[in-house]
């Protein structure tokens, strides 16, 4: 009899230390599941300093580039045309023509020398001051565009010889023709036809 209700009573300690080790070991797995929560929390709370100092970096950086002040350019056009001093187009192109016979009509060269093929003649006539114009007027260089009426990538330039009443130019001009051969020919002008005059005033 003493010896069962040792044994009973050894089964009863047996349930009650299993129960608090029970006990103890959720607590351990609650106090780690706060503590892993703890720290996603103070991590997700680094982030947001993180992600809320790197904002501030970039609306500083914005603002610093946003207020940086631009000196604006300003482009010198000459008041008055400026002259050339020779004919250095190579002989027997439309711009050797027309530069040598501008300056047999007006006694002056057109002064550009560079970036200078025909079609960037109306350019170079604003860079020098000169005079551009849709409206021929005798004695002024006509300049066809890339691939107006004929012309190929660089364009043509010949002289205005006659105003035709028929909304045509006749003009003189060299390489229409062939190389270095001089010819005369008719160019429509107007709206949307790729022509323009240009004089030194």
Do not use: E
Not at 18 to 41: D, E, N, P, R, Y
Not at 162 to 187: E, H, K, P, Y
């Amino acid at each position: 009899m003493p010896k069962t209700h040792s044994i009973s009573q050894f089964g009863s300690q047996h349930r009650v230390v299993s129960m608090v080790a029970g006990q103890v070991v959720i607590m351990a797995a609650l106090a780690l599941m706060l503590l892993g929560t703890g720290m996603v929390t103070a991590q997700s709370a680094s982030a947001k300093a993180n992600t809320n100092m790197a904002t501030q970096v970039a609306t500083t950086a914005n603002v610093h580039t946003t207020s940086a002040q631009v000196t604006p350019v300003t482009l010198h056009t000459p008041s008055t045309a400026v002259r050339g001093r020779g004919n250095y187009f190579p002989w027997g192109q439309c711009t050797y023509y027309a530069n040598m016979r501008y300056y047999q009509l007006h006694g002056i060269y057109v002064p550009w020398t560079i970036n200078s093929n025909a079609y960037q003649w109306v350019a170079r006539a604003y860079d020098y001051g000169w005079h551009v114009s849709a409206t021929p007027t005798v004695g002024s260089i006509m300049v066809l565009g890339t691939w107006t009426q004929g012309t190929g990538s660089y364009g043509h330039v010949a002289i205005v010889n006659q105003v035709l009443s028929n909304g045509r130019v006749l003009v003189s001009q060299m390489n229409w023709a062939g190389l270095g051969v001089i010819s005369q020919s008719q160019f429509r002008y107007g709206p949307g036809s790729g022509v323009s005059f240009i004089t030194d005033k």
